[in-house]
């Protein structure tokens, strides 16, 4: 019975996250997810590698530049976006993977809807930052 106990403790300590981690990265989604609503570029701009190329629904993929500059001019509005079934993998790196569903209200290039998302974030630290880099 002993040895059942210590296994099954091993294993949730394998597969729980860390609570810390857990809330540190629901804490970036969710400001995340406030600065695309309120299109704030210089927000979105320092979560973000300066390399990153964003990959869209339809296949379309933008350099962190391009995007922003797509927020700003309004051409890609984000009226409301809820997180969903947030899942986080910490890598040996120290990196973090995030994958999460994401119900997005949005007008993109003229298209206005309503989509379920499901994507994949790499979160790496950098200054004490969580930093999106894919």
Known sequence: MKILA?????ICMQTTPDT???KEVNQYLDRWNAAMVAADTTTLSQ???A?????????ATQTRSEWL???KAGTMRYHH???RDVRILQEKDG???V????VVTATIWGSHGTWTLYPTMRLVRRNGQWIRTE
């Open 6 to 10: 210590l296994l099954t403790t091993l």
């Open 20 to 22: 810390t981690l857990e």
């Open 47 to 49: 979560m973000m590698d």
């Open 51 to 59: 390399a990153i190329v964003l990959r869209h629904l339809s296949g």
């Open 69 to 71: 500059a797509d927020v």
């Open 81 to 83: 976006v809820e997180k």
């Open 95 to 97: 990196s973090v993977t």
């Open 99 to 102: 994958r999460f569903a994401s």
